[in-house]
């Protein structure tokens, strides 16, 4: 998909500037109104601002089962990222950190986590800024850039070390498919994965072989549920088109 005219013009450095500016300004609600309660009011600044600014060229019909087994592929794969994502963290000499039990958090981290993050800053960083970068760079260049600028805001190491090689394969995702629903549902599900299973897994979750070979298989059946016409679309379709 080639860029937007208005997209060449800066416009998603401008709203690059304006979310990192929501991020930072719910850093500074923190004492006043608690961490988690400055993460969901910036976040849902941030996902009002990219869907105020949404162009509506770019809408696309939600997939539902595509987007279901995308979401599946996140949740299961989860357990396979974390072992990665240790071993390379280690392996960079970064110090071990104090794990997150399961389904720790308010219902407002929740909330942020689950449903606000993965949709904002998927609409930002591979809706938005990829498609620009892709045409200006090259889309090697584009997916390692839109993935350290997904990383940079998580400020702690290990985060954005995590967010760095899940952003590598996010963009990779976008560019095969140029669905950003793919991308919000796998992100959600690896987002509640954490949640529900702790940092590192604890429970509910498969050795790091089996989740990434299920994580794989249901990523491979959500791009085929992605390029399988619906019965609406085929019955749509003139019956010169269905036997043409």
């Known amino acids: 998909m080639a860029p937007h005219p208005t997209d060449l013009a800066g416009s998603p450095l401008l709203i690059l500037?304006?979310?990192?500016?929501?991020?930072?300004?719910g850093t500074l609600l923190r004492d006043a109104i608690g961490r988690d309660a400055a993460a969901l009011t910036s976040f849902a600044a941030a996902t009002t601002l990219l869907v105020g600014t949404r162009s509506p060229s770019r809408r696309e019909r939600i997939r539902l089962r595509a987007a279901t087994a995308a979401f599946a592929a996140g949740f299961g794969s989860y357990p396979a990222w974390a072992a990665l994502v240790s071993?390379?963290?280690?392996?960079?000499?970064?110090p071990l950190r104090a794990p997150t039990p399961p389904c720790a958090g308010s219902p407002a981290l929740w909330v942020a986590t689950l449903v606000l993050a993965p949709f904002f800053e998927e609409l930002l960083y591979r809706e938005r800024l990829l498609p620009v970068l892709r045409g200006r760079i090259g889309a090697p260049l584009a997916v390692v850039a839109t993935s350290a600028l997904f990383a940079l805001p998580h400020?702690?190491?290990?985060?954005?070390?995590?967010?760095?090689?899940i952003g590598l394969m996010l963009a990779a995702v976008y560019l095969a498919t140029e669905s950003v629903w793919l991308c919000i549902a796998q992100h959600a599900g690896l987002n509640l994965a954490c949640l529900v299973c702790g940092v590192p897994p604890v429970r509910?979750?498969?050795?790091?072989?089996?989740?990434a070979a299920l994580g794989a298989i249901l990523l491979a059946a959500s791009l085929r549920l992605l390029r399988t016409p619906t019965r609406v679309a085929a019955s749509r379709r003139s019956p010169e088109a269905v036997h043409g």
């Open 87 to 94: 071993l390379v963290g280690l392996r960079l000499g970064l």
């Open 155 to 165: 400020l702690e190491p290990w985060n954005m070390l995590g967010t760095l090689l």
């Open 204 to 211: 509910l979750a498969l050795g790091p072989v089996a989740s």
């Open 17 to 25: 500037f304006g979310v990192w500016t929501l991020l930072a300004s």
